[in-house]
Structures are given as C-alpha cells and as structure tokens.
C-alpha cells in the first residue's frame, strides 16, 4: 500500500473580547443575551449610519501580530467584502483584503512527544462577524446581536501533517490567546472556529493534493475527529482509484460525521474593494511601543526560563505553563518562598493544582495566593506544622480565605514543641507499653518508630516527632 | 415693504431675538409659501402629471407642519422666559430627503424606502436643532441622489425649475435649489457627491456649499458614493451660507473621515474682504472635454455667455484687490467624467446593497418561494431605472476580473486630479493660488428630457466643472453672478483648497457686495411674478 503524506492548514476566527463592537458602541459579548438587545442602526445596517474603528480591536489583533512574530503593516486598510445574504445587515462585510494588519509569522509548539513543531501564518486580518441565522419550521430568524463583533482570521500555511497537530495547534492557540488576554478562545461558544484544509499525496511527491475544506468544526475533539475521518476518505477514494474532488465539507457534531455541502467549481467574486468610510488603519511607533509594552512574556519562552533559570524539570514546566495564571501564581510564590523552586513546584502541582481540579476552579479564581503557598512550605520547613497538616492548610487556606499562620493560630494546628508536654505523654506511653520497651531494650532499636508514632496519635499530630523521639529514647535508655 | 419669506436666515432670526415677529409666525408665512407656489407634494402614487402640476414647483416631499410648529413654539417660549438661542433660533428650513430624521419618514426619493423611519437622527440634523433652527420640510431630489435634474425621483410630480417651470432644477439636490429659489425657506440642507449642490445651486440662481470632504459629518445621510459624498447648505445669500456651514462643521466621532481641523467663524471672516487673494482661471475649466465615439478626446465650447461671466467676474475680483492669474494648467479635469463613473457606480452599488426589502422600506407583496425570491422581487420593484442602472454598471466594473481596468485606474485618475489641485495651491510652487475661479456649470437650466437627448453633450457633461472637487475632496461654492439671454440664472463656482472654506466664502461675498445694486438682482424667478 502507497505511504501518504497528509498536508493540513487551518483557517480559525477568533473572536476578540472587547468590551464594544469593532465598528460600534453596541456590547460585543451576547452570550446569554435576548436575540436582537444588542444592536444599533450601525451594526444592524441602517441607511446613513457610519462605522467607527474600535482601537481595542486593533490593540488587540496587534498583539496576536506580536505574537505570532508577523510582520506588522503600520498602514493596513479595511476593505468591503460585498455579497447578499440575510444576516448580513449592510449587504458587505467589513472586512481586510489585501492590506491586513498582519503578514506570516509562525506558531511553535511542542506535541506530547516532546517533538517541537512550527506551523508559520500567512495572514492576519481584523473583521467583523455577521448575524445568526436560525430555522423554526418555515420561518428563518435573524439575530444581529453578533453583528460587528470583531474577529481576527489567522491562516496557517498548509504546514500540518496529521489530526493530532492541528488539535495540537489549536489548544496552543487557545492557550496563546488565552495568556494574552485578547480572547476567551471557548470554541464550544464560538469564539474560537476552525475550518480545515485537509489534502493527502503520496509520500515524496512534492505537488499538492485537491484539498477539501472542513467547515464549522467545534472542539479539537471535533477537530481531531474530523480531520481523521477526511484523511480515511480521501485514502479510500484514492486507493479505489477515485479522484478528490475540491469539496466543501461540514461537521456535524451531533451524528459525529462528515457531510458534503457543495463542490467548489467556481470562486465566488465578493468585488473586494476599500471601505471608503473608514480611514486606514495607522499604526504609529508610539502605539506599538505601547502595546509592545503590555505583551507578557509567552509560554514557550517562559517554559523554557523555568527550566534554565529556575531549574525545573521539563514536566513541571510545561505543567507550570499551561496557562498564564497558573504560571504566574507558581513565580509568585516562589519569589515569596525564596528556597527550592522544585519543592514550590512540587506544592503547587500536587496540592493547588489538586483543589483546581477538585473544585472545577481557574487558578484565577483562588482564594489562596502564591504568597500563602509560600507561607505554607514555610510552616512546614520551620516545623510548626508537619507535612500532612501543611496540605490540610492549602485547602482551609482557600475555604477561608485567611493567611496560613492566622488559621495555625486559631485552629492550634501548630507542633507543640513544649518539652514538658511531650515528656509527659512519652512518659505515658513508655509506661503503657511494658513488652515493647523491654522488646526494644532487649536491643530491637528500630522500635523507636513505632514508640514515636504512639506519641504522635495522642498528641494528634502536634507533636514535633524530632522531639518526641529524642526524649523517647532518653527515656527508654535510662531505664 | 420686503416679505418675510424673503428675507435672508440671518435676518429673520434677528427679527424673532429682537421680537418684532415670533418664530410661529415666519414658520406659517414659510407654509403659506409653500401653499401658493409647491402644488402637491411629490408622492408615490402619483403616475400622471396633471396640467397644473406644471404651473407648480413641487420641492417637497413631506411637510413636517407639527413637528415644526411645537419647534417653533419652543423657541418662543424660550424667548418669553429669556433663554439661552441658538444663532438659527427659529429659522425653518428644509432638508434634501437624504438625511435621516428620527421618526420622520425618510425616502431618498425611493419606493424602496417606502415607509421607512429612521430610528436615529444625523448629526448635521441634531446640529441644526441645537442652532434652534425648525426644520419644517422634506424635499424632493433625484432617487438616491443619482442624477443632475431631478427626473429620476420615484415622487412624482417632479421638482420643476422657479426660473421656468419647464426646466429642470438641476440636481441631484433639487428639491432643495427650487425651496430656497422659490422662497419656501431661507435654507435648505443638500448633498454633493459630484455637484448635487453646486449645479442646481447654479440652475435657480442660489448659494450652494460644496464643503471639503470631512468637514461635515455624513453621519445619518444616506449614502451614494462614501468616498465623494458632501453635505452643505443651500441659501440665497452667501452670509447664511457661511453662518449654516459654521453650524453644522466639525469633527463627528460617529463619521471617521471628519477632521480634527477648527471651525472657523465663516460668516466673520467674510468682512475680510479678497485683497491679494491670488484666483487662477484654467482653460480647462472653458471647455467640455470628452470621448467620442472613437475613444478619442475631443473638446467643445462651453456656453459663451458663460465663458463671459467667468471674465466678468475675474474683472470684479481685480478691481477689489485680488490678483487673477490666467492659464492655470488642471490638465486631468478631462478624466474626471470617466473616472468618476467607475468610482461612484462602484461604490453606489455597495452602498445600495443593504436595501434588501426585508428590514425597512417596500417588500413586494407577490408570493415568493425563498429569500432570495424576496430580495429580486422587492429589489426589482423598490429601485428605479437609474438605481438599477448604478446596480448593474458598479456590479460589471467591480468584478475581480476588472479590477485593475476599471478600479485601479479609476483611481489612479483619482489621484492624478487631485495633483492638479496640490499643484495649483501649492504655497511654494508656481501658481500659489487661494482659489480657482471656474463656471459651475457649461450651461443654464436645460429643459426636462434634455439629458437624455441626442445633441445634449453639456447636459451629460453638466458636472463636469464640479465632480473634480469631489474627487480631489477640495471645497467648492457656487454663486449666481447674473441671468443668461433667456433669463435664466447662471452660476460661477470658487474652489479652494482642503479647509479653505472661508476664503471661497469670503470671494463669492465680495462678488455678492460689489453687484448687489445690479438690475439682474431685483428679477424675481418666474415662479413668483
């Protein structure tokens, strides 16, 4: 059987999380809004009103520019895409054709084998979306709440080799958009969506296959489904002696399956040309420098400090870095902490991590701070709380909301280092138990775990067991 | 003793802030105007023009006489109580059905639009409201301002001229030019995308204010070509031009292409006078350019007694101080005809897109078996021959296809004639000019069909004088500098450069002052013998 070659590129609109519309003053966000509550007679196209560029949409795309590493035009111009259709207020899109903010650039991003993969971009544009259109029966309804919220079209080249690294791709992607704070990137809400490019050759041959476009695919579950689904397709046909033809295709997530919407024979011209009401967009050197200035250091880069500089582990790194806040949270509680970043690592992923998990949390949402983490080890180090009681502390920390040492205070979790006190119980127990100390004085000296345990379940824990052991055997050798 | 409808803006408003009339009062003069001389308003139903028809003007549309009229009482009232005016307080007027006014049916002159009401007001509307002004009227024009005499309205019966009723106004702002000339109103609101303003200006015998592109917002007027696209005042004196045009400049945060550039005081400014103003006169601007029919440019004479007003004129401005320099080059005037039907067409047929039939105006009433049987059905009935024609001609020219052939050089035309004007006005290049004196249009008022006729070159090419400024995005004002042979109003136009406003002003009032005693100035427009 012939080895083929899968070539995939991803076409994803990204929904941008302005507080206002790319072109009017009307709430971008709709979710759970009415139908039809957040328009104007700008986005729902009313004759004579006029779009006005949203800077936040611009600042926004800049820093995807940013950090895909394109090339930045500082004059980049919006054109209108004209075609017909009923939620599509204006009769055009407004959209950017030849002149887009953004020009190539790459995503780089490691697949579960650690193998480093770089998929470059061929273009960024701003644009707005259009309505939803919904069928009742025989009546079509329109909702224009979505009407001139803004995206950003990212086009890969066709640099992806398998359903794996476009989910990949996706998910570093989200994450990216995610860490910089320009998307909520939930593709189940749309604010991420993906169409697909899927073609297969056969291995070496350097022409490129007919491909077929995979439309609204919404999850990189789907994604990954989707595209393996197509890649068997067009192999089948293939090996049946079948040509590809171009097709457009959907995803119908409901029945899990592929379903052809049209052959692609024809174009369609959309008369692109500039959008006369609205000046271009002028990116000056000051602005830039100002954006710039906001960009946070990006996962890769911070992956690959945590592990030169703060010596991590590559597992850890890319645990610690999976999102922004996750990461932040860990630096703050290590430049806190000032001690072994491993151990903080350690805490941060068994225990804090845990609660995010158990709890359905972001790490945005704790009440527990990289500081009181700090404070916890800290507590722990000192020996004023041993292991167990420093991971019961996490979570009390984060039910309530006080500073570690506070809750050690009122709830008296802290060792008792009191020598009188510990003496006393060791006395107890030394008393107690006459066959073991005559077992360990008969020279099984190993016993001194088992004494220094019955000590630590009367005291319930508090005891400092150092303590508690030194007296023991004091005790136990006098005798 | 001067009627109040003849009175200039300026001058009723200071008889209502001085008391001696109250604004309720001017406003039913200006409706009894419009009683004797407008015959019935423009309408959709109205197939056949009757005799009488004929011996009316028919600017309006739609009287807004309530809404008016509780304007107006406001402004009394506020007079009474001793409030704070507006410099308009009081004064009606009409706008070109173009700009959209909240709750007020606004038709771009289309059955397409049948019935609609704008939700929202445009900005040089609110602008007018808070000058107190009473806006009292709709006016006719030519539908979605694609034309020059007004014959393409869907609102029949069709403006005519007040010069002679068997001429066309002139348009596309028609409606507005035959209001003002005919006295209903002091002020009308128009639009110039390639000389809507200026040529029917020109045609009755008026003022009209082409200003620079962005120096008004065009926030709520609907649109023919968004590149092109001016709104400007209307008026028989230039002293209300400049007044309006102060009112309703400036920098709309709703209008993108509106400047950060300071209004300045216009009507201020006016007493400055022209002296060492230099005003440049180009052939270019003396003769029609075209294409025959062997795709060949050829040229004709303009209507000598025009070419004579230009001269005439030219002698004036000398005499005031102001130098006159001859034979300025504007070597690219000859593309702009071509150039500007790629451009506008294009853009117009975008533009027209959103009139789908299912959000506001007309929807056919015939069964239909989907949306887009919806969408031909109410397109082709709502639109009219020329809006079709737009359609057609913008669709065939922005195919992708022909992009390079007809867009790209389309706008590189564009930007060959806006070279001519950086050239002109160039303070440091050869001809440093302040203004450029030109005749608004190659002829007078023609007679209604006379666009469309065999022998009727300077008809098609009536905006020939006028479509450059709107490519080069430049001001330009039209004022009326006398009667042809056949008394009919002729008009000469002054442009200057981007925000140049108030030195075009301040020539076409010099020109107004020096020939105020003129014997052409006392003939009233035939409508009102």
């Known amino acids: ?479 | 003793m001067t009627e109040l409808i003849e009175l200039s803006a300026l001058e009723q408003a200071k008889l209502i802030r001085e008391k001696k009339i109250s604004a309720v009062e001017l406003l039913e003069a200006t409706l009894k105007q419009v009683d004797a001389v407008d015959g019935r308003p423009g309408s959709l139903d109205t197939p056949v023009e009757e005799p009488e028809d004929l011996e009316k003007v028919h600017a309006f549309i739609l009287l807004t006489k309530a809404h008016a009229l509780e304007k107006a009482a406001e402004v009394d009232r506020k007079i009474a109580a001793g409030e704070a005016l507006g410099v308009l307080a009081g004064v009606p007027y009409s706008a070109k059905d173009v700009y959209c006014t909240k709750g007020i049916q606004t038709t771009a002159a289309s059955r397409i639009l049948e019935g609609w009401k704008p939700p929202y007001d445009s900005t040089v509307i609110e602008r007018m409201n808070q000058a107190g002004a009473v806006m009292f009227g709709k006016v006719n024009l030519d539908e979605f301002t694609f034309g020059g005499s007004n014959e393409t309205t869907a609102f029949k019966p069709t403006v005519r001229n007040p010069w002679g009723l068997d001429r066309v106004p002139g348009g596309s702002s028609g409606g507005s030019a035959a209001a003002v000339s005919a006295n209903e109103g002091a002020i009308s609101l128009g639009t110039d995308t390639g000389g809507s303003i200026r040529e029917p200006a020109a045609f009755t015998g008026i003022v009209g204010v082409k200003p620079t592109y962005g120096r008004v917002s065009r926030y709520g007027v609907i649109p023919f070509a968004s590149s092109m696209d001016t709104m400007g005042p209307l008026t028989r004196t230039v002293s209300d031009a400049a007044v309006v045009l102060r009112e309703i400049a400036g920098f709309d945060p709703r209008d993108n292409v509106t400047g950060r550039v300071p209004v300045e005081d216009y009507l201020a400014e006016l007493e400055e006078g022209i002296r060492g103003l230099r005003i440049g006169i180009s052939p270019d601007y003396l003769k029609i350019t075209y294409l025959d029919d062997d795709g060949n440019y050829s040229s004709a004479a303009i209507d000598p007694e025009i070419e004579k007003s230009v001269w005439r004129a030219a002698e004036i401005f000398r005499s005031l101080g102001a130098e006159i320099i001859e034979d300025v080059p504007m070597a690219n005037t000859k593309y702009s005809v071509p150039a500007y039907f790629v451009i506008t067409r294009i853009e117009a047929y975008s533009n027209l897109q959103r009139f789908d039939g299912l959000k506001y105006g007309h929807t056919t009433k015939e069964p239909v078996r989907d949306m887009y049987e919806l969408y031909y059905k109410s397109r082709g009935e709502g639109f009219g021959y020329q809006a079709k024609l737009r359609l057609l001609t913008g669709m065939f020219a922005s195919q992708e296809k022909f992009y390079e052939k007809y867009y790209r050089r389309a706008q590189r035309a564009r930007a060959l004639i806006r070279r001519d004007f950086d050239d002109a006005f160039d303070p440091a290049g050869k001809y440093r000019l302040d203004a450029i004196l030109t005749p608004s249009t190659p002829s007078p008022a023609f007679k209604f069909g006379g666009a469309t006729a065999s022998d009727s070159l300077l008809m098609q090419f009536a905006d020939q004088f006028t479509s450059p400024m709107n490519f080069a995005g430049t001001p330009g004002v039209s004022f009326p500098c006398g009667l042809s042979s056949e008394g009919l109003p002729i008009g000469l136009q002054a442009t200057g450069y981007d925000y140049c406003e108030s030195k075009i002003l301040r020539i076409a009032y010099a020109f107004e002052q020096a020939t105020s005693e003129e014997d052409w100035r006392k003939v009233k427009p035939a409508a009102l013998r």
């Open chain 1, 1 to 479: 059987m012939t080895e083929y070659e899968v070539i995939i590129g991803l076409e994803t609109h990204i929904q941008l999380n302005t507080v206002t519309k790319a072109f009017c003053g009307c709430k971008a966000d709709s979710w759970g809004d009415p139908a039809n509550t957040n328009i104007c007679p700008i986005c729902t196209g009313q004759p004579g009103a006029l779009p006005s560029t949203n800077k936040a949409m611009v600042e926004k795309a800049l820093m995807l520019c940013l950090a895909m590493d394109s090339d930045i035009n500082m004059d980049s111009y919006f054109d209108r895409k004209n075609y017909l259709y009923a939620d599509l207020p204006g009769g055009y899109q407004i959209t950017q054709n030849d002149k887009s903010i953004g020009r190539g650039g790459h995503l780089d991003f490691l697949m579960d084998d650690g193998r480093e993969v770089r998929c470059h971009i061929h273009n960024l544009h701003m644009e707005e979306d259009a309505g939803k259109t919904k069928n009742e029966g025989d009546i079509r309804l329109i909702d224009m709440n979505r009407c001139g919220v803004p995206l950003v079209e990212m086009v890969t080249m066709p640099d992806l080799h398998s359903a794996d690294e476009a989910a990949t791709y996706l998910m570093r992607l989200r994450q990216l958009l995610r860490w910089l704070g320009i998307s909520e990137a939930n593709m189940e809400k749309a604010h991420l969506r993906c169409d697909a490019n899927v073609s297969i050759r056969p291995k070496g041959a350097t022409e490129l296959g007919k491909k077929c476009e995979i439309k609204n695919i919404n999850s990189i579950e789907a994604v990954r489904m989707a595209i393996n689904f197509e890649i068997d397709r067009q192999i089948r046909e293939t090996e049946a002696g079948n040509k590809i033809e171009q097709w457009t295709i959907e995803w119908d997530n409901d029945a899990q399956e592929l379903r052809k919407m049209r052959s692609k024979e024809t174009a369609a011209d959309y008369r692109y040309f500039r959008e006369p009401n609205l000046m271009p967009v002028h990116i000056t050197e000051a602005f830039l420098a100002e954006v710039k200035a906001k960009m946070p250091e990006l996962p890769l880069a911070r992956r690959a400090r945590f592990i030169s500089e703060m010596g991590l582990p590559e597992y850890d790194a890319t645990v610690l870095t999976a999102e922004r806040d996750t990461s932040e949270f860990f630096e703050t509680a290590c430049r806190a902490y000032t001690g072994d970043n491993k151990r903080v690592s350690n805490w941060m992923m068994n225990e804090v991590l845990r609660i995010v998990n158990e709890r359905g949390l972001s790490v945005s949402d704790l009440k527990i701070s990289g500081q009181d983490l700090a404070d916890i080890i800290r507590l722990v180090d000192a020996k004023t709380v041993n292991t167990s009681t420093g991971k019961k502390l996490v979570d009390l920390v984060q039910d309530s909301g006080k500073p570690p040492k506070k809750i050690v205070e009122e709830e008296g979790l802290g060792l008792v280092s009191d020598d009188s006190a510990i003496r006393e119980i060791c006395a107890r127990v030394v008393e107690n138990n006459p066959n073991e100390v005559a077992t360990y004085r008969g020279g099984k000296e190993t016993l001194i775990g088992w004494f220094v345990g019955q000590v630590m379940r009367e005291m319930r824990g508090k005891a400092d067991p150092e303590k508690a052991k030194a007296i023991l055997e004091e005790l136990l050798k006098a005798g």
